[in-house]
């Protein structure tokens, strides 16, 4: 399933950059169960909060749909 893939790519960009998920949830005004639950492939994020998340990783929105 697409969310699964997608929350898996986007804990692996986090994990290479050693945030943890608590210190990442906040530093892009996210609350960290909602942030954990897209990790985990629950959610279906809106493209606004794709967007907050790439930004807060620093790396282009295409980076996050790598291999996907």
């Known amino acids: 399933m697409i ?3 997608f929350g898996n790519r986007i804990k692996q960009i986090r994990l290479s950059k050693g945030i943890s998920q ?4 906040l530093s892009i005004e996210m609350d ?3 942030y ?3 990790e ?4 279906n994020i809106s493209i606004v909060n794709i967007e907050k ?4 990783l620093e790396v282009p929105l295409e980076e996050l ?3 996907i």
């Open 3 to 5: 969310t699964t893939k």
């Open 22 to 25: 608590e210190k990442f949830a």
């Open 32 to 34: 960290r169960t909602y």
């Open 36 to 38: 954990a639950s897209v």
């Open 40 to 43: 985990n492939g629950k959610r």
């Open 53 to 56: 998340i790439a930004k807060g």
């Open 65 to 67: 749909f790598k291999g």
